[in-house]
């Protein structure tokens, strides 16, 4: 079993970014933001990518990838 862990919850938080915030630059759910922020989901690679390209043009910088944020532990 893949288990799938995250930075998402302490990128918003370094970063003063709210959910609602990142739901209003992603196009995502704050439900869907919430669910993977506290790891209760995994989201596709997809919804991955919308969520670093929000959040890196919300600090306006290339500041973060999914490689950073995401990343898989068995």
Request: charged share 25%; glycine share 2%; with cysteine.
């Amino acid at each position: 079993m893949i288990h799938m862990e995250n930075k998402l919850k302490i990128v918003l938080v370094d970063e003063g970014i709210t959910q609602s915030d990142l739901q209003k630059k992603s196009g995502i759910s704050t439900s869907t933001i919430s669910k993977t922020a506290n790891c209760k989901m995994v989201p596709s690679p997809t919804m991955q990518s919308r969520i670093i390209k929000a959040i890196n043009e919300l600090v306006n910088e290339e500041k973060y990838s999914k490689e950073y944020i995401f990343y898989n532990h068995k």
